[in-house]
């Protein structure tokens, strides 16, 4: 695989295509615009990507403070802590102030890609995408250990995105093995909520699952799949590297001192 370019100017250009991806196949309830920073936030589901605030121009430095404030005021109102989320979009102007302001940085994330010419699907099952929203989330939260509280959450999510999206789950009769969310935007396919249940770890379900996955992406027209994992999860990161996905970028979160 060829290595992905380095020129500020080409990778600036990938961030934004897979950023703009991400917003639309994990849609936010609420979504706000203060200049270029993208203000998500969602009553219903905790999670940091759906309550953040995404800034998209390394340029866009202007009144910084007074800005802050206005989001913060946004995120009392949802009972949400005040939570940025720095990609290389973010630039080095805003890093600044917040480390100045004694933010804290906590949760980094890799972006990986695959293109799809090169991923070996040829032994990989044809699986039909479940079509029942409450049934795969109920696999859901069980191969990820997630509590039931957040069903209405991920229901209002899963439901509000609009690109096709896949819904796998492999399942030993009623037992859900693995699961993960496919979602087919032009010609990408971009893999969210991949988790495979605790005692079935380490069988090579996650791994026929997501090539299942990609498998029906390509037949539909995608060309490179692409997904987010954190970087201390040294399992998963095995995994995708193994499948052949190469780091795009990093992104992590901060947070304003005693939040």
């Given at each position: 695989?060829?290595?992905?370019?380095?020129?500020?100017?080409?990778?600036?250009?990938?961030?934004?295509?897979?950023?703009?991806?991400?917003?639309?196949?994990?849609?936010?309830?609420?979504?706000?615009?203060?200049?270029?920073?993208?203000?998500?936030?969602?009553?219903?589901?905790?999670?940091?990507?759906?309550?953040?605030?995404?800034?998209?121009?390394?340029?866009?430095?202007?009144h910084?403070?007074?800005?802050?404030?206005?989001?913060?005021?946004?995120f009392?109102?949802?009972?949400?802590?005040?939570?940025?989320?720095?990609?290389?979009?973010?630039?080095?102007?805003?890093?600044?102030?917040?480390?100045?302001?004694g933010?804290?940085?906590?949760?980094?994330?890799?972006?990986?890609?695959?293109?799809?010419?090169?991923?070996?699907?040829?032994?990989?099952?044809d699986?039909?995408?479940?079509?029942?929203?409450?049934?795969?989330?109920?696999?859901?939260?069980?191969?990820?250990?997630?509590?039931?509280?957040?069903?209405?959450?991920?229901?209002?999510?899963?439901?509000?995105?609009?690109?096709e999206?896949?819904?796998?789950?492999?399942?030993?009769?009623?037992?859900?093995?693995?699961?993960?969310?496919c979602?087919?935007?032009?010609d990408?396919?971009?893999?969210?909520?991949?988790?495979?249940?605790?005692?079935?770890?380490k069988k090579?379900h996650?791994?026929?699952?997501?090539?299942?996955?990609?498998?029906?992406?390509?037949?539909?027209?995608a060309?490179?799949a692409w997904?987010?994992?954190?970087?201390?999860?040294?399992?998963?990161?095995?995994?995708?590297?193994?499948?052949?996905?190469?780091?795009?970028?990093?992104?992590?979160?901060?947070?304003?001192?005693?939040?």
């Amino acid at each position: 695989m060829a290595p992905v370019s380095r020129h500020p100017g080409s990778v600036l250009a990938m961030v934004r295509r897979y950023e703009a991806a991400g917003f639309r196949a994990w849609p936010a309830a609420a979504v706000h615009y203060d200049g270029t920073w993208l203000v998500r936030l969602t009553a219903g589901h905790p999670a940091k990507r759906l309550n953040s605030v995404n800034p998209l121009d390394p340029g866009d430095t202007d009144h910084v403070a007074e800005r802050i404030v206005r989001a913060s005021r946004r995120f009392d109102a949802y009972g949400r802590p005040l939570t940025f989320r720095m990609s290389p979009l973010s630039g080095q102007m805003l890093s600044k102030h917040l480390d100045e302001a004694g933010w804290n940085r906590f949760d980094e994330s890799l972006v990986m890609r695959l293109p799809l010419a090169e991923a070996e699907l040829g032994e990989a099952m044809d699986q039909i995408p479940l079509k029942d929203i409450s049934r795969f989330i109920g696999a859901l939260l069980k191969t990820s250990g997630s509590d039931a509280s957040l069903r209405p959450g991920l229901s209002e999510v899963i439901g509000a995105i609009q690109p096709e999206a896949g819904l796998f789950a492999l399942e030993d009769g009623s037992e859900p093995l693995a699961t993960l969310i496919c979602v087919h935007d032009g010609d990408l396919a971009g893999l969210f909520e991949v988790a495979t249940e605790k005692s079935a770890r380490k069988k090579g379900h996650g791994r026929n699952l997501i090539l299942s996955a990609l498998k029906w992406a390509r037949l539909r027209g995608a060309r490179e799949a692409w997904l987010q994992v954190e970087a201390g999860n040294v399992p998963a990161l095995a995994l995708y590297r193994s499948l052949g996905f190469e780091e795009v970028y990093r992104y992590h979160y901060r947070r304003p001192p005693g939040a």
